[in-house]
């Protein structure tokens, strides 16, 4: 279900691909090397966190929420129980949780599985 609704083109691995597949998109950086290429690309293709401050100027954390508006935020302890757990739905959109070290690495499945 998720590879087909929620399909990336390898040449079009970039963040606002992301952002725009109409789900909410937590990304997970597993490790400290993944979070600064996070923090990288998002800095390249002009996201910034919803209060307009630059990536850079805060320290991420392993999940962060990606938004159709170009912007990135931090996920509350709701967000992280949702990603921890089997749950496929955050409101009325469906959760697309993203192991963003496999999305750079082109792997074609890389929804995050708890």
Known sequence: MF???FYVP????TLKALAELGARVYVYCPDCRTKQQFIEKAEDEYFHYCDGKS????????IMALNQDKTVNFVGYIGHLAFRTSAKMVGDKTLLKVDYRK???GDKNFI???
């Open 10 to 13: 390898e040449g079009d691995r």
């Open 112 to 114: 995050y599985t708890p």
């Open 103 to 105: 999305y750079l690495a």
């Open 3 to 5: 590879k087909r609704k």
């Open 55 to 62: 990536l850079l100027e805060r320290e991420p954390e392993n």
